[in-house]
Structures are given as C-alpha cells and as structure tokens.
C-alpha cells in the first residue's frame, strides 16, 4: 500500500521481472508530461540498456506505456548518437577533442561579449530536461554569461496556458488536481488535445469516469481517437475557442445552469462576462465556429447540470494568437459553475514536454526567476541574488522571448547557446530560422544526435540520453518525481550539467556553480524556490522515493506537498476570488483569402515526439509513421481531383512543401492537417504563421491559410 | 483462478504499444506477434488489436501435423516448439482468426503465446502490461465471461462452426455511435 495520496490512481499490484544477469532501474519516460514510470533493463556487467520492464507500481501509469515510452529505451545504444565533441572546419563538423571545443566556445563567448556586451550572447534552451538542469541554465545565463536573453521551447508549449492561468486563478500548476481526479468527474470537456494520441495515458483516467458514466464533451476541429468517443464532438473551425466558450457560458447563463453562491463569494468579473456573452447566442456562435446549434446547446448542459466536472486542454487551444483569451475563457467555465477546490472539479492543460511544468517554474523563461518569481519584481531579485551569492544588480532583466530570440540572431544576438531543442523544426517559417542561425558569429549546441539544428552549429557537445543522468522532473499534474539514471557516459559524452559548470569555471564564475551532483543542484533549486509560487523547499531526494512524487507547492520540512489546489476556494490573488474574464472572438491572426482558401491546422501523431530527432531514429516507430501527410476531407479533395497517397503542393504566403494527402473524413472540410514532427523539405512548419500571441508570445501554430495545388505531374493521371 | 486477454475495441486507440510490447517479451526473440488493423481507413480512426484468440479447441494445433503446437495447462495455446515444426504453414491456414505466422528464415511458426514466461508466473502478458488505453486487460476468465461489463463475444460462428476463444472481445457500441460508423445528429450517446 503505497501513499495515501496515490490511492485512486491507475497502479498495479503485480511485481516487475528481473532476468538474470540483469538489473532494473526504476525511471521516467524521457518524453511527453505524463512522465509515466518504467523500469529500464540493464546488463549487470558492461552497463548496456537491453530493454524495458513495465513499473507496475507507480501511481500515474501502472507499467502501461504507449508506443514512445515502450520503444524509448532504443536511443541509449543508438548507433547515431553523438559520442565526441564535433567542430566545424572547413565548413565541416569534425571530430575534436573537449579542451579543443571548451576553450574555442570559451573564447568566442568572450569574444563576443568583449566586442558586442553580454546580451550578445544567448541561450536557447528546453523543457525535456530536468528541473535541476532547468535551473542550472537560468542561473548560468544571469551570472554565468550575464546575459538577459535566455529563454525556451516551452514558449512554444505551454506559455499561454501559464499566462492563461495566472490570469484567471493566480496561479500555473498544469493541472489544480491530482491526475486520479478526472476518474471523479460527472463531465469532462477536453478541448484542443488528441489525449488519445498525445497523452494516451491518461485514457485510463477518462475511461475510468467513462465507466461510472460521466460524460464527455470534445471541442476539437478534427474527430479525433479522443472525439470518436465523445457525447459531443464540437468540431469547431480552427480558431474560434474563445467564440465557443462564449457560446456555452451565453447558454450556461440563460438556462441558470450556474452556481450563483460559488460566482458571488469567490470569483469577480461576473457581471462583464455575462454582458458579453449575451450575443454569443448558439445560432451567433454556430456561424463563427461551424458548430451545428443542438451540439452547443447540448454540451452547454451537460457541463452545466454536471456536478462535478474538468475543463482540459492542449496546444488545439494555445497556439493560438488569442491562445490566454481562449485558456482564461475555459477556465471560466468551470469558475461560472463552481467546478473547482474539490475532487472532479478543476482545470488542467495536457504538459507538452517532459519536464514542461518545471522547465517553466525556475528560471528558463527570460521574464523570470525561479520559484515562478518576476525577473522585475525587485524583492524576488533580493532573495534570488542572496541565494546565488551576488548583488542584486548583476541579475539582468528580462530579454527577448523565444522566437524573438531567433529572430535577433545576427543582429543583436551574436552568439547562441541550443540545448535539449530543435528549433529548426519546431519554429514557424522554419526556412527563416534556418538562415538566422547561420547569420551566427558563433553558435554552440548540445544534444546527444545530431539534430537538424545542431548541423548548423559551430559546436556540437555530445551529451548523455535520459538514462544516463539522475534528477527530478515535474509531471502534467504538478507532481515532482525523481528520474535516476546509469552510471555510464558512453564514449566521450559527459552529462550537460557537467559541461554548463565547467564552462562557468573556464569564464572564471566558477565559484557560484560547486556542483558536485543533481542533488546539490536540487538542494540550491529547493532555497532558490522558497517563498515563491512554486515552492519545492520541502521537497527531497528522499521524500520523493518515499511518496513516488511530491506535489508543489511543498513549503516546509514536515509538508507531503498539495495535490489538490483550491480545496479552501481561496484562489491566489489578494482578495482570495478567482477572475472571470471576458473575452471577445477576434479569430486567427491570418485569415483565409480567396488566394489561400484553406485552414492549415498542426500537431501531433502517437509514434512521434516534438521535432521528432529522437523518435524518428527508432526503427520501430518510423516505420509505423514514416513521413508526414496531408490529411484532408473527401469533398475537399474531389474538387482538387486529388486521390488518396497523391502528392500535393500545399503553400501558405510562407512558403510551400509537397506530402501524400490522406483522404480522410475525421478532418473538417474547410481545412487541412499536417504532422509537425519532421524537418528539412519535410517540415510544415515552413508554412506555419509566426504571428505571436501578445501575452504569452506563443506563435499561432495551429491556423494559417494555405492553398492547395494538384501536382502538375499527376494532373490527368488515371488511378485504378 | 486462470486469467485470459479482454479486449475492448472501443478503447482501441491504435497506438501499437502493444504490437512494440509485445517485442520486449524474453520468449519472443523481438518478434513481435500481436496485430491492429485500421477498422475502416479514411471513415474513422477506429482501430482493433488481435492477439492469439487462444480457442478452447484450436484449430492450428489441431491441424499440425508434428504436434509442434502444445497447450498449456492453463489452456494457453503455445507458440510452436522449434525442436517439432516444420514450417508447413498447415495452421496458418486452419486458424480462422488469421493468427499464426511462418519465419520463411527460420521455416518456424511463431505466434502469441500470451507470454508464458511472464503469465505463467502470474504477471500480466506484455500487450496488457503496456496497453496504456486499457484496450488490452488480463482478467478472470470467469467473471468476464459470466458477468461482462458490457456485451462481449468468446463463441464464433465460423458457417455453422462455432468456436469458442479463452480471449474474450467487448463489442463496440455501435447504436449510439460511439464507434464513429453513424453520421451524428448532433448527440453521439
């Protein structure tokens, strides 16, 4: 019987296999925020990864994996990976040796500082790592290099739902409730997540409420593996979530399906939205997003009448240039019908990336500190300052966002620091980013295969995989876990947390980074986070074996941490009350034209993960999705008079790629979907629009306009 | 207590986990032996896996001429033995469900065994271990088949021969759509 706060989740009571001659490491998933627990098999003897074992005990999975996780393991004695330093010369990448790479990255960055001040050089960082290397990289920008611009690929994750709930309750855990909770919801609304495919373990969960007969609202625009087993699929033209969350809150209000007593005495903000949301009738609403009025009516019941119920959401409603509005707005669902503080009842948004939760609490983000502090607010630049054992005016402010980021490189970013991301294929108009990264005096990256990226770079560092390092990450639900690795650095690769310090040392800053382990960079982490929102002071090593994971906010010693938020409805604002926001539909930043009629809409598939450099290496995965598609609606392709496997040129004012069309009814017929996760020729996101959102800066990755053309070679081609 | 494989096609998500799974069994060489077919490309996004259906009387061991094909006492109806096959393909063709493959290398057959290895010290196959839909369970054979949570299928009419399976199939919901085969008015349940 494990800990009280892991009663209602999806473990099992079987006991792992140890074969012989083996051992089992008891780890973390290495991709998405589920960060499900597996058992990785290890040779006793040489240290070699074999294979993996099902973590039949850990709370969130029960030993279930999908596909990435079964087949994760596959990286570790990858033939491709990168095992010693590369150096570009002669417009090459060539074998080097460490003090080689070390002393020219030394000299360039002082180089470039010497010439052009210490914001010339930035760091492009990520979410997949763990909190201690999160951290790390915060602290070694401010006082290592000195620079403001830091910033993360999670600004293109989870950036808007960070803003989105900070608005609205005061707060950003990914989820205000523990995961076992949506078993307990009388109504679950997922809007903009493929949770089947994307984050198929929490199916579990939803089947789990499905069973005691909860009921299931879909917004999505395309009848996904999650809205074919809807109640109600809102099938909404792309980028019209704030309109449809108006629809539901105008009908929720008319019909007095709202808790009054919850609205009067713990939210404010009320009044303004039931205002706005008068014209938001179903046939107003039905004309904006496409959605048939019965389905708006109906879903707008079920949510209202339920008892207890979530809103959950992903990328579908963030990447998006209104990405808050429609986050808040949700949210508002919920808070209009006193759906919060108590089991089955909150809000949650599906975490992208592994770490996605802590990579954006400790100070990667360029407008922050760790703990979820302001880089601005002059007493959290007192207490960071003290902690790290500098004066307050050596921490610079905040810098350039993400894709701001890219975008200055050349101009005022000179040189360029690229950990744990590939932003080469995951940016929009990727042809772009590829030539800002070349305008680089010098650019240094890190990773453990050659990514698409790191081809460009000037440096390359080879790193260690997830199964060869040990700290903690922070799963969907606000959960800290620790994830613990091999000892073992194949070849010449060194752990990054190993490198970031040495370059620190080699810059002569070496004094404020005497890591001699993840735990000593935890332990700093856990001062560093005290008294902030989020606040792990009294999380520990230990405490995380004892409990398999601690949820934050744990501010003390003697505290096991809060799995649920809320419970005492005192949201976190001053006055207590949560803020209904009201919103008007402004729709995507680009709009469909008569040159380009269709909506191009991105995302993800099962067998694949993020910019794909990692999962696109395992055998097994590639070959259940080799390529990218073109997915589109039979009535859409007639009138192209494009058949299914056909190549077709999709262009948006970007730019254009060529990909097979899958003829498909699960799409809506005004728009097309495309797989986001290759690069090169292959990338989509040549043609996605990088108009960012203003709160959040997240790029509206999920609508643009694009045309269509049948490709010349097969136009007048008979197919049998 | 013996436990046997049910499988809720609704909950299919066609991820193959499973059929990757299935791979990291000891007894199965990283060869896999679970199957998920696409129910109805381009209409849905409905998918179904099918491991060995492990019938109570089974038409491949009942068709092999080397007895290479033996069933365990727990009614588990094992891969071929390789000392005993001979590669003839005989129950391939006899299987109804299509299950049983032939290594044209190895001229071995090899087909699920519900992993043996692993079930026969009472750990769950690796298929039901991963499925992380829940798709795939390893339950009571009893209380699935006498008390099922829904409608399910364990008897096949194959043109008058009817077959009963230990792997026991939970129908679909197809009346009310939840199976996407039904255009929607609007309310899908």
Sequence with gaps: MGHAQNKDYSQRDYDAIVRDGEELISTHCCFCGMQCGMNIRVNKEDKSVLGVEPRYDFPMNGGRLCPKGVSAYRQAEHVERLKHPLIRKNGKLEQATWDEAMDLIVSKIQEIQGKYGKDAFGIYSGSSMTNEKCYLMGKFARIGLGTKNIDYNGRYCMSSASVGFNQSIGIDRGSTNPWSDIKFADVLLIAGSNTAECHPLSMPYIWGARDRGAKLIVVDPRQTKTALVADVHLDIRPGTDVAIANGLLHVMIEEDLVDHDFIQNHTTGYEEVKELVKKYTPAHVSEITGVAVDKIITAARLFGQAKTGMTMFARGVEQHATGTDSVSNYVNLCLVTGKMGKKGSGVATFTGQGNGQGGREHGQKTDQLPGFRKITDPKAREYIAGVWGVDESEIPGPGLSAFEMLQALGKEIKGLLLICSNPIVSSPTVGDVGEYLKSLDFFVCMDFFLSESAELADVVLPSTVWIEDNGTMTNVEGRVLRVKGIDRTPGETKRDWKVICDIAERLGRGQYFQFNSPEDIFNELRVASKGGTADYYGITYEKLDKMQGVFWPCPTEESEGLPRLFEDLKFNFPDGKARILAFEHKGPNEKTSKEYPIILSTGRVVFHYLSGNQTRRIEALRNLCPDPYVEIHPNLAKKYNIEHGEPIKISSPRGSIELPARVTKITREDMVFVPYHWGKSLAINHLTNPALEPKSKIPEFKVCAVKLEKIASHAGEKHG | ?189
């Design chain 2, 1 to 189: 207590m013996a436990k046997v494989l049910y499988i809720d096609y609704e909950r299919c998500i066609g991820c193959r986990a499973c059929v990757i799974g299935c791979e990291e069994c000891s007894g199965h060489d990283h060869l896999s032996r679970m199957f998920v077919d696409e129910l109805n490309p381009g209409e849905t996004v409905a998918a179904s896996p099918t491991p060995c259906m492990h019938c109570v009387t089974p038409a491949c061991a009942e068709s092999c001429p080397v007895q290479a094909i033996a069933i365990a006492d727990d009614g588990t109806v094992l891969s071929a033995s390789l000392e005993k096959c001979i590669g003839c393909k005989n129950c391939t063709y006899a299987c109804p469900f299509g299950i049983p493959r032939v290594d044209d290398v190895k001229k071995v057959m090899y087909k699920c065994d519900m992993c043996y290895d692993r079930t026969s010290k009472g750990r769950p196959p690796m298929c039901a271990s991963v499925c992380p839909t829940d798709t795939i369970r390893f339950v009571d054979e009893h209380e699935i088949k006498s008390e099922p949570p829904k409608e399910v299928q364990f008897k096949w009419d194959f043109g008058g021969t009817v077959i009963e399976t230990r792997t026991v199939i939970g129908m679909p919901d197809t009346e009310t759509n939840r199976y996407g085969f039904r255009e929607g008015d609007g309310v899908q349940s």
